[in-house]
Each structure stands twice: as C-alpha cells, then as structure tokens.
C-alpha cells in the first residue's frame, strides 16, 4: 500500500527544521550527559508554556470526526507534574511567562501541522527519558516521578502516532493546499518552538 502523499511531504519538508531545533542546548545537553537539573527544570518550563499556548489554540477546533481526543493527548497535565516533583508550586507553575509569539491556528489543517510537532516528539520520548534517568540520578532526584512528559504514552507510543497519522491523512483529504497549509504550520510550529527554547527569558528556576 502506497504511503500518502502527506506523510513523505511533511517529513521531508521539516527536516531543515526538525534539525535545527535538536541542535538546541537543552537537548544536546540531555543526550551528551551534560544537562543539570536546574537546565531540566528549565526546559519543563519552557516546554509547559509551549503546550499551555498550542493545547488552548486546539481547543478552537473540532476533532471529533477525526477521532481524535484532545484531553488524551494533553500532555500539560505530565508538565506541570514534573515541575511539581522538582520543586515548583502549582501556582508557581501556572505564572511560567507565557510563549512569545503564541502560535495562531487559523483552519484546522494549520492545527493538524501544530500536532504534528507535538505528536512527533513523542516517538523520541523513551530515549530521552532514559537520559533523563540518569541526570535526575546524578542530581539525586527521584527520576521515575519526574519524567512523565518525556514518558508520555509509555507502551501505547506506536499506536497513538499510529492513529495520528491516520487523522492526519484524512484531514490532508489528498488536497495538495490543504497539505500545503498542514506543512507550513508544522514548520512555523518547530521555528517557534526553537525560538522560544533559546529566548532568553528568566523563568521560575527556583
């Protein structure tokens, strides 16, 4: 069975992207070793703030026929979490300084781009989680509470991009635009992101 056309297309289109945004500090430092715990504390916040923007501009669609359930894939719930076992105060947590620029989803084809980033990030999870491991052991944090983001759906990964692609295919519906505006958006979505992880913004490290 031929693969659609939407998933070689966004794949390809956002490696520049999807390069770039790797080469970052916090997830060099995460896979050579030299991430602290304080260099985690801050990469859960800006990744909170991350989610907290693009999950609230989810919420403006409809995904129901598309089978897709937003509160499961929610992962600012696992952020905030994380933060919490390291220290941090729920009300502290819901003051991180919001993402600057916050994404703005016009169509659900720009939306579908948007998960496409944060879905994708998920298939890494596991690798990362078991680097993870091992900074919050050197520091002597209690590493399996505080890599539940990076853990996300466990066992179920595979299915969950699985059944994402599948809406994702849809909702291309094989229109050249329509995968137009999907693949824009996923990259405007990495080179936000990237450009928040190195803004540098003075977050709630302690």
Not at 18 to 37: A, C, P, V, W, Y
Not at 41 to 60: D, G, I, N, P, T
Not at 72 to 99: C, F, V, W, Y
Request: charged share 20%; proline share 3%.
């Amino acid at each position: 069975m031929e693969r659609p056309r939407i998933l070689t297309e966004i794949k390809a289109q956002t490696r520049p992207q999807h390069d770039s945004i790797e080469q970052n500090r916090f997830t060099k430092g995460m896979m050579d070793g030299s991430m602290t715990l304080l260099d985690y504390k801050l990469y859960l916040q800006k990744f909170y703030s991350v989610h907290k923007a693009v999950e609230q501009a989810f919420e403006q669609f409809s995904w129901q026929e598309y089978r897709l359930n937003l509160q499961e894939r929610s992962k600012l719930h696992l952020i905030a979490a994380d933060l919490q076992t390291l220290g941090m105060s729920a009300a502290e947590i819901e003051n991180l300084p919001a993402m600057q620029p916050v994404p703005q989803f016009h169509s659900i084809a720009e939306a579908f781009g948007a998960m496409y980033v944060l879905e994708g990030s998920t298939l890494g999870g596991q690798i990362q989680a078991r680097q993870l491991e091992r900074v919050l052991a050197s520091a002597g944090a209690d590493a399996p509470q505080a890599i539940a983001y990076f853990s996300s759906y466990g066992a179920r990964v595979g299915a969950m991009w699985k059944d994402f692609c599948v809406a994702l295919t849809i909702a291309a519906n094989n229109d050249e635009a329509v995968e137009q505006r999907i693949i824009e958006a996923a990259q405007r979505t990495f080179a936000a992101i990237e450009a928040w992880l190195v803004a540098e913004e003075e977050l709630a490290l302690a």
